[in-house]
C-alpha cells in the first residue's frame, strides 16, 4: 500500500522561492509528479520524473520551477524560484508504482501573495 506525504508549502511574498518535498512509502514507484489546483479551476500538470530522470514541466513553469528526485528515498522535490501570484494553489503529489497505479498525497497550500 503506497503512502503519499507532501511538505514546505506555505506564504511566500512574489519573487520569492519555496521547495516542496514528497516522499511515497510502502511500494516501488517508477514516476512522480506534481499537480495544482486552484480554486474554480481544473488539477493541471505542473512538473513530473521518471525514475530514469526524464522530466516534464507545464510550460507557465519553465525556467522557474525544477523538479528533481531521490530514487533510493522514493522522494521528489520541487524548488520553485520567482514565485508569483498566479502560482497560488494547492499542490498535490502523485506517485506511480510499477503497475501503473497513481496514488495522490493529501495536498500542500502555497499561497503567493504581499
Known amino acids: 500500500q503506497v503512502q503519499v506525504v507532501e511538505s514546505g508549502g506555505g506564504l511566500v511574498q512574489p519573487g520569492g522561492s519555496l521547495r516542496l518535498s514528497c516522499q511515497a512509502s510502502g511500494s516501488i514507484v517508477n514516476g512522480m509528479g506534481w499537480y495544482r489546483q486552484a480554486p474554480g479551476k481544473e488539477r493541471e500538470l505542473v512538473a513530473a520524473i521518471t525514475s530514469g530522470g526524464t522530466t516534464t514541466y507545464a510550460s507557465s513553469v519553465k525556467g522557474r520551477f525544477t523538479i528533481s528526485g531521490d530514487n533510493a528515498k522514493n522522494t521528489v522535490y520541487l524548488q520553485m524560484n520567482s514565485l508569483k501570484p498566479e502560482d497560488t494553489a494547492v499542490y498535490y503529489c502523485?506517485?506511480?508504482?510499477?503497475?501503473?497505479?497513481?496514488?495522490w498525497g493529501q495536498g500542500t497550500q502555497v499561497t503567493v501573495s504581499s
Open positions: 502523485n506517485a506511480r508504482n510499477v503497475l501503473g497505479i497513481n496514488t
